[in-house]
């Protein structure tokens, strides 16, 4: 391991690169709204780095960000590491008490708020916060010193002073990172007693963003553009669509509202990505909304099954999907959780370039991934470059084990909590990442769930809610549903599709036979053990985290 640290360089470097190469390309653009060049993104940070300087910020010190995606959120992020602070980046639907948590616990110096989090937080709740910058526009929102004030009302003059003729390429130098050094802190819930801060080193961040330039820069160039959909605060998003765009001269658009389905399939039209990168909640809404019901008729199905004219219609379905994307995708990689089974075979049928990778925050993110011709169906990929991963089982090919990886993503530890650490990375270095998987002697990943959602059924048996759900997602009606267990009973909870059924007309009490229906036809699928007895349905969706999982804990 010690060998392969000394050949990693600078990750700041790679940002340094592209922002001098780049220099006349847009850069960030806030969709509907602003746009930065590189060159301004520059000029940015460089006042950015003497606020700090000049309000005492040093090398190490933390400095938090908490605002919905934007390119001025972007820009604080890129300066924060490139002055060589910690960024401690905070997910925007956070509650306050649980914001507060994560700054005192981190010990920020600073605090980048958004417009939305400035009206929830208390600074009074952040004794140790030395001010808070507002950031749709850099100004003071709260400040405890003097020096502060003084850096943020002389800004420009100070800049002035600096760069008396110009700023340019030449100019742009920024802190030199070492592989172990830390980078960020990565925060997994904001709750006290639940909240664990991931400690990102620049290796991490350094091997995740290679991984993605050398597997996806054949099909987006410099200049081209890129859609951020998922939050930058958590990693799937920062290393995928952030990170490795910027560093690559992308024109990064940024949705800046609460992405819906229809605000984000309308703005995969108006910026036509290359890539997508996203949670499969989204894809699946547009697959079913957009899709389906266009080609869902006898005649269509009829044609499918007919070998000689089937290659013709899925190239013709194929560019339809293709244009809901947009019209330019190349791939489309999913992640964060499993895709349900009925949209992913549908998009391998019709011959999509398809893809799913697999990774956690404390691998900044990745541990797989392969490219959509490698692809097997259900699969995660393979493992990433520079990567390790076994099953901890007696077969891993056959039988369910832990799925544990060493290498140069995995994280330095958990903030200020030595137990967590022990308890996670075990002494040979393995990270133990809670998920339960096997591997197929090609290397195919397939997660068979989380340990922690794992039921027993009476006799011992091994229950995994997730591929009971699958099925029941793909059912008439169902929008979504998780299983849970009552006096050793399995239950299904189920959100039905309203919209769906209000179009149709039907009444409650039809929509909870057609329920029944679903049951009847689930249990058939599925061993004895496994059937469901029961199920409720939902009036509201199921609460969900940043990247759209559910939270199964409040319904257990």
């Avoid at 003084?150 to 002035?160: I, M, Q």
């Avoid at 490698?374 to 007696?394: C, N, Q």
Wanted: charged share 20%; aromatic share 10%; glycine share 6%.
């Amino acid at each position: 391991m010690q060998n392969c640290m000394q050949e990693i360089p600078s990750f700041n470097s790679y940002i340094e690169q592209s922002i001098t190469k780049n220099w006349d390309l847009d850069a960030l653009t806030d969709y509907q709204g602003i746009t930065l060049q590189y060159k301004d993104v520059a000029r940015k940070i460089e006042k950015l780095h003497i606020l700090f300087e000049n309000s005492g910020v040093q090398k190490g010190d933390k400095i938090a960000l908490c605002g919905r995606n934007s390119a001025f959120w972007a820009t604080a992020f890129l300066a924060t590491l490139t002055y060589g602070a910690v960024a401690v980046p905070i997910q925007h639907e956070f509650h306050a008490e649980q914001i507060h948590n994560i700054v005192n616990h981190s010990e920020a110096k600073l605090l980048f708020v958004g417009d939305v989090v400035a009206t929830i937080i208390k600074p009074d709740e952040m004794p140790a916060l030395e001010g808070i910058v507002y950031l749709p526009d850099f100004s003071l929102f709260m400040a405890r010193t003097e020096k502060l004030v003084y850096a943020r009302e002389h800004l420009n003059e100070l800049y002035g002073i600096k760069y008396p003729k110009y700023f340019r390429q030449e100019h742009v130098h920024y802190h030199q990172d070492k592989a172990e050094e830390l980078a960020l802190i990565n925060y997994t819930s904001g709750t006290t007693g639940f909240s664990k801060g991931v400690m990102i080193p620049y290796r991490a961040m350094w091997g995740n963003l290679e991984i993605c330039t050398r597997e996806l820069s054949q099909y987006v160039k410099a200049g081209q553009n890129m859609l951020s959909i998922l939050p930058m605060a958590h990693m799937y998003g920062m290393a995928f669509e952030f990170i490795f765009s910027f560093c690559q001269g992308c024109h990064l658009f940024f949705l800046t509202r609460l992405p819906s389905p229809a605000i984000i399939a309308q703005a995969f039209q108006d910026v036509k990505p290359h890539i997508i990168i996203s949670v499969p909640l989204v894809i699946e809404k547009i697959i079913r909304k957009r899709v389906f019901p266009k080609i869902q008729n006898n005649a269509v199905r009829l044609l499918l099954n007919m070998p000689v004219v089937s290659k013709k219609i899925k190239e013709a379905i194929c560019q339809q999907v293709v244009n809901a994307f947009g019209g330019n995708v190349q791939e489309v990689i999913v992640g964060g959780a499993a895709l349900n089974q009925e949209v992913e075979q549908f998009m391998l049928q019709i011959g999509f370039p398809l893809t799913c990778g697999y990774g956690t925050t404390e691998c900044a993110p990745l541990i797989s991934y392969c490219n959509h011709k490698d692809f097997v169906a259900t699969s995660v990929g393979v493992p990433v470059a520079r990567m390790e991963v076994k099953i901890l089982s007696s077969d891993p090919a056959h039988i369910h084990g832990e799925i544990v990886t060493r290498g140069t993503n995995v994280m330095l530890g958990y903030y200020k909590n030595e137990e967590a650490t022990r308890q996670t990375i075990d002494e040979e270095g393995w990270y133990h990442t809670g998920d339960l998987g096997i591997m197929s002697p090609s290397g195919h990943i397939f997660i068979k769930g989380r340990i922690k959602n794992m039921l027993l059924g009476a006799n011992g048996q091994n229950i995994y809610p997730e591929e009971i759900e699958d099925k029941l997602n793909s059912m008439t009606l169902v929008s979504e549903s998780i299983i849970v267990q009552r006096d050793q009973k399995l239950v299904a909870l189920i959100y039905p599709d309203y919209d769906e059924a209000h179009n149709l007309d039907f009444t409650s009490e039809e929509i909870h036979q057609i329920m029944q229906e679903n049951l009847t036809l689930l249990n058939q699928q599925l061993p004895a053990y496994c059937n469901v007895k029961s199920f409720e349905v939902r009036e509201e969706e199921f609460e969900k985290t940043p990247k759209k999982s559910i939270k199964r804990y409040l319904y257990k």
